[in-house]
């Protein structure tokens, strides 16, 4: 990060032995098959459960199709983030025409897979230049920035925030992030907004030609969607000097564990992030206590607890406490 404040990374921190604090060992993780049944049965799953959402639920409660539907397209976001880590099958091209339509709307596949792959390196998670899905900001831009601003940015740090303006925030940041790459020729970033434009187009065609839930509706519901989904990364990484101690567990095995396809248990994943969903949670009961101590136990028992802890209360503050000039 040149000309800009850094981030104190674990390489940094040095023990009183003088010994350089290092990630904890790679540890044993579950075997992968070269095709995923249940993976194939949960995109199956998705898929119908949309449709009879948008179909068949609004003929008898308009006010239930709308939250179903949400939960839907939050399940098709975690499938899609299967799919990015080479899941079901060992078939890119093949997993990636599988979750190719879109009824997210509002954030293309490709953007997201080339941001989280990027994200995956842990020794720059949480930085606001370098991890692309930082919640963080560099202090001088924070205080940089207008009151109302600032207020806005710190109702967005508590958990009902990150569900009611998180999406909004989120959007408007990569709409104008890749907008500027694409007028700067970035023809990548521009053949992942081409693509998703053509993943639209099944899902307009169904919700004109077959769904009786109205659009305005369905645009209702795309957002709740994208809401329910920052209840998982709201507090998945936190600000920490160690690498592993940034990373969060969850332990949680309810039903939005299952919508989140158990990336509540996100040490794990990115410990092992080629290891199919299904296999996270039996990889940390079988060691539970060393990923805790890897992450210097920064974990939840549920999602009940996560909700009473920070629904109107902040994790941590907006500018990264561990940046310095």
């Given at each position: ?10 390489q ?20 992968r ?27 008898l409660?308009?006010?239930?199709a709308?939250?179903v ?16 880590h080479?899941?079901?099958?060992q ?12 009824p ?8 997201f ?22 919640n ?28 009611l ?14 907008a ?16 998703h ?14 769904a ?21 990364t ?8 160690i ?49 805790l ?9 549920s999602?009940?607890?996560?909700f ?10 907006v ?7």
């Amino acid at each position: 990060m040149p000309n800009c404040p850094q981030l104190i990374l674990p390489q940094q921190i040095i023990t009183a032995k003088g010994t350089k604090l290092t990630s904890a060992p790679t540890m044993t993780a579950g075997t992968r098959a070269h095709i995923e049944p249940i993976t194939l049965t949960m995109i199956v799953v998705c898929y119908l459960g949309w449709g009879l959402a948008t179909a068949w639920l609004p003929l008898l409660s308009l006010t239930l199709a709308i939250p179903v539907t949400a939960i839907f397209i939050t399940l098709h976001s975690s499938l899609q983030h299967e799919v990015l880590h080479g899941h079901p099958t060992q078939n890119r091209r093949f997993n990636e025409l599988l979750v190719f339509p879109a009824p997210g709307l509002l954030v293309p596949y490709q953007r997201f897979r080339d941001l989280h792959i990027a994200h995956h390196q842990d020794e720059i998670l949480t930085d606001p230049y370098d991890d692309p899905e930082s919640n963080y900001l560099d202090p001088i831009v924070w205080s940089g920035l207008p009151g109302w601003q600032q207020r806005l940015l710190r109702f967005n740090n508590t958990l009902l925030g990150r569900i009611l303006l998180g999406p909004a925030i989120s959007t408007i940041a990569m709409l104008k992030s890749d907008a500027r790459q694409i007028l700067r020729g970035d023809r990548r970033v521009a053949m992942a907004w081409i693509l998703h434009l053509a993943g639209l187009v099944p899902v307009f065609w169904w919700l004109v030609a077959v769904a009786t839930l109205p659009f305005w509706a369905y645009l209702l519901a795309a957002y709740l969607g994208y809401g329910l989904l920052k209840i998982r990364t709201y507090l998945e990484h936190r600000a920490h000097a160690i690498a592993p101690g940034r990373t969060v567990i969850v332990e949680d095995r309810g039903l939005l564990a299952l919508l989140f396809l158990n990336n509540n248990f996100h040490l794990v994943h990115h410990s092992h992030p080629k290891v199919p969903w299904y296999q996270l949670p039996g990889l940390y009961d079988a060691d539970r206590e060393t990923y805790l101590n890897r992450n210097q136990h920064y974990h939840y028992r549920s999602y009940a607890e996560v909700f009473g802890t920070h629904l109107l209360r902040t994790k941590d503050p907006v500018p990264h406490p561990l940046m310095r000039n």
